[in-house]
């Protein structure tokens, strides 16, 4: 990377500037496949540092990719130049106006945290991704993010006001609907009005490519909404205003059982007449791989069915409500149903199995590993039973597997499908390439929701004319010239298959520690359960969920089940070379894990760090002289049975200040 860069960020930005490799392998992933290790990490203090640092990155040519959660799961949110982490500093909500309905955000504001504050006015940010305890609003800008809610208050770029925004040449505007901030964007809209109306913004969850629609003169030359879903290839997001919605009163759950998902599908054209607030699908195969892990007790009771569509129905009284739920139900094909109020405790668990599908997912019944790539395909609704059922035979032809869920009412399709890619990568090119014609063919979008990143960019020819990929490129250009700008992405996309971070990795099979027997006894493929899903970054606690303590603590990405799981994947994969276990990175990323064992029971993957850093541990040490606390500590119970000899002595040692802080320090403790 370009000569002087770390040395010009750290006597020009005020936030912290990291090259180390601890915090080069955290960031060389987000929730996707990929791994492409950055130059420099950057958390700026504000929008002066944030504006320093693009400046410094543009005047050396060094791609800048910008960071909310990192929870893409295309691999968007990452890149090998300057990586800007705004979740840390950047991360308020600095004004509701509840009149107007709009609040004004930093780009690294979690969006659990803007719902809170919001709910005190009785409003809402309409979409909601299941990340949303994670998720920033700066990352659901860059990707479009939907969730289950879009069916009813529409995507991201329906619900942003005004952007705040730096471009590719350091230029800042306010985008909103006049396009005369950029130079020569009227006259490229001019030029371009045929392409843009008949292959941009045909259906609701077209997320693939740029969003171009939006800059025509009918849809109100919206130049903030045409800037969201750019992934941060055009301009980086300073500050936002977005709209938000009333809260919809009397929330019900109508559950309905079908005899398969493509049944469940074909329910949901006539289903969408009763303007449900969400319309969800989930297989029964996923309930499956929760019982196996959780225990039959971890599911509530669910109607009859292999598939399901959990449909969320709202009224201005409770009876309303009711009234309306129990006639959606009427007129669904199935009389298999189960209505809940939000009362229900088995409501929030419902909804809470649904959010944990990706992570869930990640998991086929057979025990299989499953990834992303494909994850997010959208068609109109009224093809989606056909397009599952194609679907289903493309991976039979494959013979792979995976769980299907998401947002049915939008047509848009999550799953995780069990390539064996840490065998043979090549399949992922050739799966996803038969999916992207398959999708196309049914009228789709590649993407639905989470972008296009590295897995979907290069595909963007299957679904877009050359006239219409010209016309994105022009749109590139217009703002970011140089291509410095979170390069590879949507315009000159880099090869899906490249910088994938399983196959570069080799097995670690057991020795004479861990058996490791749910993942073939590889330690390789146990730490990669880890998809980056992001869970241990959130505040569990009001699901009765402890995971992550040590990052509750500091805030700190080393100190989360995440941060850590990516250091232990970058030590299989050779990235800290022969000093692998016994890795300075590896030491500080274990350190402060209590190994209370949360993450065991709380992540949806299936992560124990517990177990792994316990494994790392015998490996770095066997046969080796441990660390003092490591005796003092791992040994209590033989201390605690000798202390039993004479515990005066202990008691009367211990009272005395000076000796129990030498006891302290000597045993590799905090006095
Ligand atoms: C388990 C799981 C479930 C998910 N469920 C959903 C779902 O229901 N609905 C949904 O829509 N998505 C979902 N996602 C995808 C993802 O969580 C969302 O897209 C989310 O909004 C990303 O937010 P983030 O802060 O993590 O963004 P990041 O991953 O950090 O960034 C996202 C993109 O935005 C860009 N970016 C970030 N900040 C800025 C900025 N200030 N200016 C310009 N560009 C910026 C990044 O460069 C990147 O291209 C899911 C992901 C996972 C892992
Ligand atoms: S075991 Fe470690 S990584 Fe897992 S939740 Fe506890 S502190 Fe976090």
């Not at 987000?30 to 958390?43: G, T």
């Not at 045909?202 to 750019?230: C, I, K, M, N, W």
């Not at 929030?348 to 494909?374: K, M, V």
Request: a neutral charge.
């Amino acid at each position: 990377m370009s000569d002087g860069l770390v040395e010009a960020l750290r006597s020009h930005v005020r936030g912290e500037v990291f090259e180390g490799g601890l915090r080069r392998a955290q960031y060389a992933s987000d929730a996707s496949n990929y791994r492409v290790p950055p130059a420099v990490v950057v958390y700026p203090l504000d929008v002066d540092d944030l504006i320093t640092v693009a400046a410094i990155a543009r005047d050396r040519r060094t791609p800048l990719t910008l960071r909310g959660g990192g929870t893409s799961v295309a691999g968007n949110s990452i890149g090998d130049g300057v990586v800007l982490d705004l979740s840390v500093h950047m991360n308020k909500v600095l004004s509701i106006d509840p009149v107007a309905r709009t609040a004004r955000v930093q780009p690294g504001a979690v969006m659990s945290t803007l719902q809170r504050e919001a709910a005190r006015h009785g409003l809402r940010l309409g979409p909601d991704p299941s990340t949303s305890t994670r998720a920033t609003i700066g990352g659901m800008i860059g990707n479009n993010a939907c969730g289950p809610h879009a069916v009813a208050f529409g995507k991201m770029s329906d619900n942003v006001v005004e952007l705040d925004v730096l471009d590719g040449k350091g230029r800042r505007f306010t985008a909103r609907d006049d396009l005369s901030v950029v130079p020569r964007l009227e006259r490229f809209v001019a030029d371009n009005l045929a392409v843009i109306r008949t292959e941009f913004g045909r259906f609701g969850r077209q997320v693939s490519g740029y969003s171009l629609e939006h800059l025509l003169p009918e849809h109100g030359h919206d130049l903030a909404r045409a800037l969201v879903g750019t992934e941060g290839t055009l301009t980086t997001v300073l500050e936002a205003t977005v709209s938000l919605v009333p809260i919809p009163p009397n929330p019900y759950l109508v559950v309905l059982g079908y005899p398969s998902m493509a049944a469940a599908a074909d329910d949901v054209p006539q289903l969408l007449a009763h303007r449900p607030q969400a319309m969800e699908g989930l297989d029964a195969r996923l309930i499956e791989v929760v019982r196996q892990a959780r225990g039959a007790a971890a599911v509530p009771e669910l109607p009859d069915g292999a598939g399901w569509l959990m449909v969320e129905i709202t009224g201005q009284d409770a009876e309303s409500a009711m009234a309306a739920a129990a006639a959606l139900a009427g007129d669904a094909t199935t009389r298999s149903s189960r209505v809940l109020p939000a009362t229900d405790p088995d409501t929030a668990r419902l909804w809470r199995l649904r959010a944990d599908g990706a992570g869930l997912g990640g998991r086929t019944p057979a025990g299989r590993q499953a990834w992303p790539g494909w994850e997010d395909a959208a068609v109109p609704p009224e093809t989606l039973g056909a397009y599952l059922r194609d679907f289903a035979r493309l991976m039979e032809r494959h013979r792979v597997d995976g769980l299907v869920y998401g947002h049915f009412g939008d047509g848009c399709v999550h799953v995780r499908v069990d390539l064996p890619l840490e065998r043979n990568p090549e399949i992922l090119r050739t799966f996803t390439t038969e999916a992207a014609r398959l999708v196309t063919a049914h009228g789709g979008s590649l993407s639905g929701e989470h972008g296009d990143g590295r897995a979907r960019s290069e595909l963007l020819e299957l679904m877009y004319s050359t006239a219409a990929r010209t016309a994105m490129g022009q749109f590139k250009s217009l703002f970011d010239p140089a291509g410095t700008l979170n390069p590879g992405l949507i315009v000159d996309p880099v090869p899906l298959d490249r910088q994938l971070r399983r196959p570069l990795a080799l097995p670690i099979l057991r020795q004479d520690g861990f058996a490791f027997g749910d993942d073939d006894g590889d330690f390789t493929k146990a730490v990669h359960r880890c998809v980056g899903i992001g869970k241990c970054r959130a505040d569990n606690s009001h699901a009765g969920e402890f995971m992550c303590p040590s990052f509750q603590a500091t805030k700190d990405e080393t100190h989360v089940t995440r941060g850590r799981a990516r250091v232990l994947q970058e030590l299989t994969a050779g990235g800290f070379g022969r000093r692998s276990w016994a890795a300075v990175e590896v030491r500080d990323a274990l350190d402060l894990c209590l190994s209370c064992k949360a993450c065991a029971s709380d992540c949806p993957a299936g992560v124990d760090m517990a177990r792994y850093k316990a494994e790392v541990l015998h490996r770095r040490y066997r046969r080796r002289i441990r660390p003092a606390n490591h005796y003092v500590l791992g040994w209590l119970p033989r201390w605690s049975r000798l202390a039993r000899v004479s515990p005066r002595l202990v008691n009367a040692v211990s009272r005395v200040p000076m000796l129990s802080s030498i006891i302290l320090r000597a045993g590799g403790m905090d006095a």
